[in-house]
């Protein structure tokens, strides 16, 4: 199981209601459970990780066989020009790859100055081979694209910015 994957997958079980997960494939063993917010997965090593305040990854190195640690990295969200008070915040409801448009050569759903209303597509975000459509959910005007083309984006992180009317 390769890195990204198990990387993946932690996502994926810290954004649902699933305390803890156990998968065996090919005799490595991927476990992970939730502890106060923070998931820990173990791979090729029997003893739990240590808790912690911050969510961290733990995996075998398989030339050594030495555990290692690396805390997840928490997404920024950039900041808008305008004030963002009176600003309604299109996220990202899953872990993907974000894409303004259908397909490579089309164009984008929407740029700034488009009008959206509730239902509207914006984006793609890409989740494992899956296309999902994102739609607005207010009525307004898109002032900012705050992510670019192809580019990763986490849960919750802010893809657009709407002026509500």
Same mark, same amino acid.
């Given at each position: 199981?390769?890195?990204?994957?198990?990387?993946?997958?932690?996502?994926?079980?810290?954004?649902?209601?699933?305390?803890?997960?156990?998968?065996?494939?090919?005799?490595?063993?991927?476990?992970?459970?939730?502890?106060?917010?923070?998931?820990?997965?173990?791979? *090729?090593?029997? %003893? @739990? /990780? #240590?808790?912690? +305040? &911050? $969510?961290?990854?733990?995996?075998? !190195?398989?030339?050594?066989?030495? *555990?290692?640690? %690396? @805390? /997840? #990295?928490?997404? +920024? &969200? $950039?900041?808008?020009?305008?004030? !963002?008070?009176?600003?309604?915040?299109?996220?990202?409801?899953?872990?993907?790859?974000?894409?303004?448009?259908?397909?490579?050569?089309?164009?984008?759903?929407?740029?700034?100055?488009?009008?959206?209303?509730?239902?509207?597509?914006?984006?793609?975000?890409?989740?494992?081979?899956?296309?999902?459509?994102?739609?607005?959910?207010?009525?307004?005007?898109?002032?900012?694209?705050?992510?670019?083309?192809?580019?990763?984006?986490?849960?919750?992180?802010?893809?657009?910015?709407?002026?509500?009317?």
């Amino acid at each position: 199981m390769k890195i990204q994957e198990i990387r993946e997958l932690i996502k994926l079980v810290d954004q649902s209601e699933i305390d803890e997960f156990v998968f065996e494939s090919d005799g490595s063993k991927v476990k992970m459970k939730k502890n106060k917010g923070a998931v820990y997965s173990v791979a *090729p090593v029997t %003893q @739990e /990780a #240590p808790k912690a +305040e &911050a $969510p961290q990854v733990k995996t075998a !190195d398989k030339l050594e066989g030495k *555990p290692t640690v %690396q @805390e /997840a #990295p928490v997404p +920024e &969200a $950039p900041k808008s020009n305008e004030s !963002d008070d009176h600003l309604h915040m299109i996220t990202s409801p899953m872990v993907g790859t974000f894409y303004q448009s259908p397909t490579p050569d089309a164009e984008a759903y929407v740029k700034p100055g488009s009008k959206v209303s509730s239902g509207t597509v914006v984006c793609i975000v890409e989740a494992m081979k899956l296309f999902n459509e994102i739609e607005a959910e207010v009525e307004g005007e898109i002032v900012e694209v705050l992510v670019k083309d192809g580019q990763l984006v986490e849960y919750g992180q802010p893809l657009f910015s709407v002026k509500p009317q």
